[in-house]
């Protein structure tokens, strides 16, 4: 029995693999096991390779790692392409009409498992795309799960079709599970350790995650140009737009993008946008705008391999300086980097309550790694308390008969000025991207520029008093001391039980707050370190820049990964070992 | 109390050029929005960043100015969360035409209900007098020292073609004329485009008001019926001993606020926030 | 040697869906290049980023891939610094009309002697699927689960009003007529735009080849004059049970190079960097 | 005799203040003084009050100080704006029929000088805006200069007008020298010394110099959308189109530019654009493009006080880290800044070479102080040896007819791979914003995405031999150091000056190559530094934090100044004595 089973499937795009991934990691998320997602595929919309991987535990984990345990290969590629990685005693999935597979093809021993999927297909009159379900069943009958939870997901996953067609699926599916277990019934050897009944789980995706965060956080107005990895965050606002009273456009460009969201923000409602590295590119301007207007914006920036379009459907941590100190002139921001999809719910609502009490921009970075795989999620995360705090708003009956109202007065410890909206009775301003005086009208006077600059970037100060330390994972004094931001926290984690079981302690210093920096914190936490590595997926370590600008530390080792996918657990243990 | 254009009155006092046309379409914009009802805290005007947009310096309402060419998603972001607040947007020929070109095309697309008053010069007037899109052949500026080469755009033509459902050209030096075809653009529910041909004095010394009064001409005087895209678009291409002012075209279609089902009712920023679907959404991904 | 299209092989195999409008497209574009006498080493394609610009992976000529929704500045800059090399654009309805749009107009107004070949289906193909700015009303996409509710870009009536010279209209499931168009556009000294009816066999099931097939009409079988601009935009508004396709509109008139006095002769590119004028120029400024 | 002359002219827009100014500083740089124009206007066309600030010296200065000579107004607001401004004993000139001053009106004792401006130029048929050419002539009346300078300046500055307006330019001017000569013949306190005589002097402003530069550095294309501060790119460009052979296109907007000038750079000539903050802000993703692609570039970016539209005629260095940091995904980039008009040009003919030897971006930073003040540089400046190098390209004859050849070729060592035009026989390739093999194909492999990206980012090590030392000025081992970069120097400099007399010793670290940054020598050069101030035209101190993230070393004191208007060496002695 197994405590972890590592699956994968392959095939050309449009093969219904993606849903494959996911209906597995649900199935079995139900009967309380742990689940992960993650996808590989080429920027093109057919042909080409496509993989799905899912790793289920009876345990938590965080990451995916180099074991494979069940390869199903919907194409030959698929063998050729990944039957190196294999564990010794793999299982190999295949259509024996595809490719006869010898045993001398792979370079360590596996079992091969021939499964004539396309005519278990024909047999039930299914189409050549509902070998995926066909493989679903021979997946759980290899690892010795029960027919019913796959069953009762078939018929979720397709309850808005017609019943012939989720019988039909169920059929097939079935088809596959019998089929294994008159085949190969002594085939026992991936049978999973059994799970606890846990509360119920939620697989979704980062995006989907920042999408029901943004609900959580009272969103009206999401203004988005496609670009992956972030799509999903529009599905997620067009699907339930009129469900959730949300208004989704899109817009002809990411510059209008960013307008829209700040003329929805401006007249009163949370609003967002979210992008790509060249997509958010384009905002540049606009977010120097929501700087010096100080209207409230949610960012969320899914970063992925650049420079330009680069490998738009792999992964990277390579903006954190950009959203950084991106935008001309000087005006606060807040930048978060949630760890995985847990995370980004609840940052991405955080972000709104953060942009409204600085009305400053406020960003959630992502990433593809992130925002594409799917995550498992307990449901009592999302049912935490939560308080929509809408800041320094007025209310119309308290703005002055007089028409004294200012909507940037000075005077604000925090610099932040109570806000009207317009429309309010009494409570006229201008929202100037020139620089103003205290009720919005240009003003070019040394004086008043100081006095608005200042007011500004008081906010920096103020929000001090919110910027969390690092999360520190792991025993305190350990030998080593990783740093880490967003979504490289899951392989560091993991790296460390690894690490653990060679004798070797180490610790996890981890952002997901990353500006304004938390300097004093970092400072301490660090300088008593005994070995610190940066891992970060980019490559020139702008985490360990960002440490060093704010701290004056150095950090000499590095493990950095730059290839678009994300790291291995097992890619950072060697890392701390290569460079011992 | 009735409204009356003073309401708008504020501290700083207009620093366009003596005799720009500016003068005469701002004082039409007022009496436009006093006709239609409108205070300074009943409405918002978004200004476009050249001369133009300098009017909301004197301009107490209800004003959003932001970057150059970004007026009208601005417009449309705030119309979605408000859609019961009145938006006209301020902006030049360089503002909503060069910089902010692909935002009118997709407004007009969209059809939202906010009225853009169009500043026409011919000159990016502001950073000293370089050719506009609206700039004539042969036209002399500081970038094109042999004068203006390429096609000048046609504000009405573009709109017409690009969807905009009240298309109108008004002259600065009329402003009777400006504040009907305003008035009646702001009512309009829709997109509603009213060209404005605006005399630069300062580096425009072709298309002076002189110039203009020698050929503009009523389309209401020619008996003009404005229902008909074909007719609309040939007057629109009428430029030379005669131009056309007045609405060239007006069309009835749904706004954009009209097709977003989240706008039925209250606007956006009334409605309060809800998590009573939060449970039913969470459900969908267990 | 004659010259054919197989000089244009490359390593990579299309990844296009099977039956994708671009493989029709694709060889067309081949073929009139074929026709025009440009081999891989005599021109410059600009590709947009789409399904469409994934073509570039399967083309043995010099080809530039950019940003999304740049193609015609790059394809102008390269035109200014060489007006002898000829430069095809091949850009989607997302690319060009969507993030690209301002680039189109303006093109259009300056009439570089640019072809643009645009492949029209309706959605945003390579992001899985999202309404373009052609995309019909009520047309189902993942960013309009109810429908489009947008009025589409008519990217012909755009091409006219805006001042492109050479206007047409292809269909991708009829390759001879593309073949033909494309190389006359080529062969135009001017803006040459192709609107290709492109089905998008995954995410678009409305305008399948089947549909464009039931409806297409060719131009030239109406004894159709191309020279008018009224009765172009006449046709080009015509989208129903009849489509036409074919060439719609045709005028000469100078490019933007030929307006340039820096290209008088040799292209920029061979003109050595010289000073003999510097030693004038500062003294100006004594 | 005075060493130094400070003079002011003040009136509304359109009063042809600004010619008055240059006219000035040419006419006494043509007899050997040195001189300084600098300007201050609003962001308006018409009215507001606008001011040219004009410094004549025979000896050597770097910048403008607090002095006022003298003050001619040409409307009363500039009186009342600047009266508390002028030295004791000032020459107030003006017209009494704006207003009859008088000495109780003023601080400190001045001397009134009523002149009947309007009445002379009615008297000769003029028109009112030629009430700034009598000035001129009262103004070299009152430093005891000769006629004759000023009547060759103003037959060359009309000199394509017709012989009438030169004619009565020059009587106009006579009139208003001989007015003073009448009327105050004793009025000789604000005599200038004499200068010797030097080899032919320019003045220009730095984005005149820029458009010098460019064109020296074989320009071929600029597209450049208008905006302040440097619109005189475009005029210096739009101007000479024609007679240099150079392309100047106005683009729709500044992504257009952007793209438009990577299209000429491809196609295989010199190209640059020109923008301010804003402007820039939309050539982001562009920026990100040349770095994937390899295309060479040269960004000259004029800075002003942001954010957003911010205060546009105002000067600022507010966008070091912006320009540093912009982008998506990670390239090498080059940032120059220039310190005045001659640094200028030098650095922006470099920029050429540089961006086509590394095959990348090059900035030039100017702002608008720089970019709007018009300097004095000898002509032998402009003379210097420059040759063009364009770095690796291929000539046709030499591609193999086997048509192997590689546009990205991974083995070289700089990163640099020889590059083919479009149309070369042979050459053909694939510039792409994906990320790229050798050929230019996409690919996602992993191993050819770190080789390319590799090959990129050596090119950072290849700079380094390039990189200068931040220039030192004064004495090594003085008690203050400063450290500045760009615009600032001559402040730092004239406050050197200043302090030495007060018996303090300072000198200046100063760069004008900011990245990739020379931290070795920095390091060095500060770590043994008494006392560093930073002194900056900015907020937040960002040649400061640049310093820290690639040295780790602080500087605790910092004198920032951002109201807009360019440091007073004053300020600096003030902001050094303060902070003591
Ligand atoms: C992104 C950006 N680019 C350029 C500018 C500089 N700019 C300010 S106003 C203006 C042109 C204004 O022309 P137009 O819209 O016709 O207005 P006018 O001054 O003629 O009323 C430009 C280019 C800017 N503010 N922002
Ligand atoms: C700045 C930017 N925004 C968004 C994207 C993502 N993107 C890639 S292709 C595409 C749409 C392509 O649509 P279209 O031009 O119609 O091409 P098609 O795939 O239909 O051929 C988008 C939005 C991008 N690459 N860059
Ligand atoms: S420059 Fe022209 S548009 Fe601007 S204020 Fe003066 S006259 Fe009006
Ligand atoms: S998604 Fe559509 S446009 Fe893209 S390759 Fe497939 S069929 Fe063609
Ligand atoms: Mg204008
Ligand atoms: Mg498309």
Same mark, same amino acid.
């Given at each position: ?88 005693? !793999? /299982? $190999?999935?295949? &259509?024996?009409?595809?490719? @006869?597979?010898?045993?001398? #093809?792979?370079? +360590? ?31 759980? !009958? /290899? $690892?010795?799960? &029960?027919?019913?939870?796959? @069953?009762?997901?078939?018929? #979720?996953?397709? +309850? ?421 | ?286």
């Amino acid at each position: 029995m197994r405590d972890s089973i590592i699956w994968k499937i392959g095939g050309e795009a449009g093969f219904g693999i993606m849903s494959a991934g996911t209906m597995m990691a649900r199935a079995f998320a139900r009967v309380g096991y742990h689940t992960m997602v993650t996808n590989e595929y080429p920027s093109l919309i057919r042909g080409g390779h496509n993989l799905i991987t899912v790793r289920i535990s009876p345990k938590y984990f965080e990451s995916m790692n180099r074991e494979v345990h069940i390869l199903v290969a919907l194409h030959n590629p698929c063998i050729e392409l990944h039957k190196d990685e294999l564990n010794e005693n !793999a /299982l $190999v999935v295949y &259509d024996p009409k595809d490719h @006869e597979w010898q045993a001398s #093809d792979f370079p +360590k021993p596996v079992h091969l498992l021939p499964v004539p999927l396309m005519e278990l297909v024909n047999t039930l009159n299914g189409s050549p795309v509902m070998r995926n379900t066909v493989t679903l069943g021979v997946t759980l !009958a /290899l $690892v010795g799960a &029960d027919f019913s939870i796959l @069953e009762s997901i078939i018929r #979720d996953q397709f +309850k808005k079709k017609k019943q012939p067609v989720i019988d039909s699926n169920i059929a097939l599916a079935k088809s596959g599970y019998d089929y294994v277990k008159k085949h190969f019934p002594d085939e026992t050897s991936m049978y999973l350790s059994k799970a606890e009944k846990k509360e119920p789980q939620l697989i979704l995706n980062a995006s989907e995650a920042v999408g029901l965060g943004a609900y959580r956080g009272g969103v009206k107005f999401a203004a988005i140009y496609p670009m992956t990895p972030i799509n999903s965050v529009i599905s997620f606002f067009a699907d339930h737009a009129k469900q959730l009273k949300i208004v989704y456009k899109q817009p002809e460009d990411e510059i209008s993008g960013i307008n829209m969201a700040l003329g929805a923000s401006f007249a009163g409602v949370r609003s967002m946008v979210a992008s790509s590295g060249g997509g958010f590119a384009l905002m540049v301007e606009g977010l120097s705008l929501a700087g010096i207007m100080e209207v409230p914006i949610v960012i969320n920036l899914g970063m992925r391999v650049g420079p330009a379009t680069g490998m738009p459907t792999w992964t990277e941590q390579g903006e954190l300086q950009f959203v950084i100190h991106a935008g001309h002139g000087e005006f606060p921001r807040i930048v978060l980097a949630p760890s995985d999809a847990a995370e980004a719910f609840e940052l991405t609502a955080n972000a709104f309550n953060l942009a409204d009490r600085y009305q400053t921009p406020v960003f959630v970075l992502t990433d593809k790694y992130l925002a594409e795989s799917h995550w498992c999620v307990p449901m009592s995360h999302f049912k935490k308390e939560y308080t929509v705090e809408r800041g320094k708003m007025v209310n119309e009956s308290d703005l002055p008969a007089d028409r004294s109202y200012k909507r940037y007065r000075l005077d604000v410890d925090d610099g932040v000025s109570p806000r009207s909206i317009p429309g309010m009775k009494n409570g006229v301003f201008f929202s100037n991207s020139y620089e103003h005086n205290e009720k919005g009208y240009v003003t070019e006077l040394a004086s008043e520029r100081v006095a608005m600059a200042n007011k500004r970037l008081k906010k920096f100060n103020a929000m001090k008093k919110d910027v969390p330390a690092p999360h520190v994972y792991g025993d305190k004094n350990a030998d080593i001391t990783f740093v880490s931001w967003g979504s490289s926290r899951g392989p560091v984690i993991d790296a460390m039980e690894m690490l653990r079981a060679k004798g070797r302690t180490a610790n996890l210093v981890h952002f997901t707050w990353l500006y304004p920096f938390p300097e004093d914190e970092v400072a301490k936490l660090l300088s008593t370190a005994k070995r610190v590595i940066d891992v970060e997926q980019n490559a020139s370590g702008q985490l360990a820049a960002l440490i060093r600008e704010h701290t004056g530390l150095k950090i000499g080792e590095k493990i950095l990964k730059y290839d678009g996918r994300p790291f291995y657990p097992e890619e950072i243990v060697e890392g701390v070992e290569k460079s011992l | 109390m009735t409204l009356n254009s003073s309401v708008f009155a504020a501290n700083h006092l207009p620093t366009w050029c003596p005799g720009c046309g500016d003068y005469g379409i701002w004082t039409a914009l007022k009496e436009a929005l006093v006709k239609q009802g409108i205070g300074s805290d009943d409405g918002l005007v978004v200004y476009g960043v050249g001369c133009h947009g300098n009017m909301y310096n004197w301009m107490n309402i209800y004003g959003f100015a932001g970057l150059h060419g970004r007026t009208l998603p601005v417009a449309q972001g705030v119309k979605l969360a408000n859609h019961k607040l009145p938006v006209v947007v301020v902006s030049g020929d360089g503002d909503c035409l060069g910089e902010g070109g692909n935002h009118f095309l997709h407004a007009a697309k969209r059809n939202p209900d906010i009225t853009v008053i169009l500043h026409d010069n011919q000159v990016y007037g502001l950073t000293t007098g370089q050719a506009s899109p609206t700039a004539k052949i042969g036209f002399v500026t500081k970038s094109t020292p042999d004068g203006a080469v390429d096609a000048p755009i046609n504000p009405l033509l573009l709109a017409i073609a690009a969807g905009a459902t009240y298309v109108a050209r008004g002259f600065a030096g009329d402003t009777p004329g400006l504040i009907k075809l305003m008035s009646d653009a702001v009512e309009h529910k829709g997109f509603a485009v009213v060209d404005v041909l605006q005399p630069c004095v300062t580096f425009n010394k072709v298309n002076t008001y002189q110039w203009y009064r020698q050929r503009v001409y009523r389309l209401e005087d020619e008996k003009y019926v404005p229902d008909n895209k074909m007719k609309a678009i040939e007057r629109a291409m009428e430029w030379g001993d005669r131009i056309p002012i007045g609405l060239f075209y007006k069309e009835i279609r749904p706004t954009s606020e009209d097709h977003e089902p989240a706008l039925t009712g209250d606007p956006l920023i009334r409605v309060p926030v809800a998590s009573e679907h939060f449970d039913s959404v969470l459900q969908e991904f267990v």
